[in-house]
């Protein structure tokens, strides 16, 4: 009797390691289905991150282009002002001169 006693608490303490074993590779399975969504999750948040890049480099390449217009703008108008402030006397200067030479008429000899 106790070969088979022995037996059967070499076969009960098998199945309870296999069952034990068993029980391990589910959590394995549990975890490692709960790693490859994470990991999906990781994809789809780099994914995002590239698309915000992607618009933020748009973004910064249409502020870049306005702002180098808006430079050009105001040096225009800076040019423009200045030529209106340095060419004003100057042409009140000489509109006598051009004056009497569109009439014909010699400065200085009124």
Known sequence: MQASDTSENFQQQVLTELRQISQRLDRLE???????????????????????????????????????????????VIIAAASVVVLSPVLQAVAPVINAFVSGINPGSS
């Open 30 to 76: 549990t975890d490692f289905g709960k790693l490859e969504t994470n990991v999906g999750k990781l994809e789809t948040n780099v994914g995002k991150l590239e698309t915000n890049l992607e618009k933020i480099d748009y973004k910064f390449d249409t502020y870049q282009k306005a702002s180098d217009q808006v430079i050009r703008l105001t040096t225009t």
